[in-house]
């Protein structure tokens, strides 16, 4: 470990910067557990023609289930990064994928929709504290440096989102539903004791966030601009994917065309969090930004006004956009927030982009009911350029917080 002298307003601060090892151990550490929670989110859409098969549910009752997983994954978000300032990020992450793990394992031994329900309330809850804990965990690690690690952390979510629901349709094959969650809520307990080993309690480091601590860091005043730019980008992102499969079908498309597209769609965003997690950092957020939300806009009209020969092609583009901004702006969470806040910071940031991503779609969808689909679609690529002047706005409070 090397020694850092910094100096503030108030004086010199002492401060240790993790070796390298130290900071692959955080980064690596916080990738396992985001691929492992984002995967259980998504593996219950396998589940869902199952579980409506054994238990004789409606769609409503399906989205109930859906629900009340993701309501107790984003409502908790804030409290685990106030239990983090307390007790500690390394074993508040430990302790929600534990109990992540274990609300799977009591799905398997449910045997009515209550207790179904129950235990996935108990899963998103545990999955609540990964988002905040994992990203303060390599913000901490990574200092001012952060940016494109935590753009690799981004794209592990969509790791684990493409992974896990095709390893549980493959045991589905050889196996009861049951059994197979049993065997991914081992694989989440075994995830936990790793985390228990491999990942390192780390300091913030960064001279910004020491002016900031000190009440120096005027580069604060800016989080309510970035929360915004990350509410409207998420609901572009959602109210799109919302309306893409039939704006596909209405251009002649097939089921199975459909299928492929979206798959287009999905890899493109994970090259776009891993790629523009860096391009943030070498460029700059705002430019980054700015060209991001610009290009998804024109990408927008671009697939709603061209015939299907040429939307397929752009699609990867489109999705490549459509996630891109996220990486760079999860990466500008730590400029704006105090060292002691940051697991705070990214539990409210996330907490906001978890209940637009919830609440995008009901509101495009009456759009889309009153005005029409295409009507609607317009509006999205609207909104992604509603984001420009708040990038404008957010700038100087960057440059600021530096």
């Known amino acids: 470990m090397e020694t850092t002298t910094l100096t503030s307003p108030t004086g010199s601060v002492d401060l240790i910067a993790p070796s390298i090892e130290v900071r692959r151990r955080a980064l690596w550490s916080a990738c396992v557990a985001h691929a492992l929670h984002d995967g259980y989110?998504?593996?219950?859409?396998?589940?869902?023609?199952?579980?409506?098969?054994?238990?004789?549910?409606?769609?409503?009752?399906?989205?109930?289930?859906?629900?009340?997983?993701?309501?107790?994954?984003?409502?908790?978000?804030?409290?685990a990064g106030r239990i983090a300032e307390r007790y500690g990020g390394r074993v508040v992450l430990i302790a929600g994928t534990v109990l992540a793990a274990l609300g799977y394992a009591f799905a398997g031994l449910s045997g009515t929709l209550l207790g179904l329900c129950a235990a996935l309330a108990v899963s998103g809850g545990g999955s609540s504290a990964q988002h905040p804990i994992a990203s303060g965990s390599v913000s901490r690690a990574y200092g001012k440096s952060a940016r494109g690690p935590l753009g690799i952390y981004n794209f592990s979510g969509d790791l684990g989102k493409a992974t896990f629901p095709g390893m549980v349709s493959f045991l589905l094959i050889f196996m009861t539903w049951r059994h197979a969650l049993w065997i991914m809520s081992v694989l989440g307990i075994a995830v936990a004791v790793g985390l228990g080993f491999f990942l390192p309690t780390t300091k913030d480091h960064s001279p910004t966030n020491i002016a900031a601590i000190d009440g120096t860091g005027a580069g604060r005043s800016g989080f309510p601009l970035l929360f915004a730019i990350g509410v409207l980008d998420t609901a572009v992102r959602m109210g799109l994917l919302m309306f893409l499969p039939f704006l596909l079908k209405a251009k002649g498309a097939s089921p199975s065309m459909i299928g492929l597209s979206l798959?287009?769609?999905?890899?493109?965003?994970?090259?776009?969090?891993?790629?523009?997690?860096?391009?943030?950092?070498?460029?700059?957020?705002?430019?980054?930004?700015?060209?991001?939300?610009?290009?998804?806009?024109?990408?927008?009209?671009?697939?709603?006004?061209?015939?299907?020969?040429?939307?397929?092609?752009?699609?990867?583009?489109?999705g490549l956009m459509l996630n891109g901004t996220s990486s760079v702006l999860y990466g500008t969470v730590p400029d704006l927030t105090p060292p002691h806040r940051t697991e705070r910071a990214f539990a409210l940031f996330y907490s906001g982009v978890l209940g637009s991503g919830a609440v995008a779609p009901i509101l495009f969808g009456a759009m889309g009911d009153w005005l029409g689909v295409r009507e609607a679609t317009i509006a999205t690529a609207i909104t992604a350029l509603t984001v420009l002047p708040l990038a404008m706005a957010l700038a100087p409070r960057l440059r600021t917080s530096r």
Do not use: H, N
């Not at 860096?278 to 930004?289: D, E, F, N, P, Q």
């Open 263 to 318: 798959s287009m769609v999905f890899f493109g965003g994970a090259a776009g969090k891993f790629i523009c997690g860096w391009l943030g950092a070498r460029a700059g957020v705002i430019r980054t930004v700015m060209a991001t939300e610009s290009a998804t806009a024109a990408c927008i009209l671009a697939v709603l006004f061209s015939p299907l020969a040429v939307t397929l092609p752009l699609l990867p583009v489109l």
């Open 41 to 79: 989110t998504d593996l219950m859409y396998v589940l869902l023609p199952v579980w409506q098969a054994e238990f004789g549910l409606g769609y409503g009752a399906l989205a109930i289930l859906r629900a009340g997983y993701a309501a107790t994954m984003a409502g908790l978000q804030w409290p």
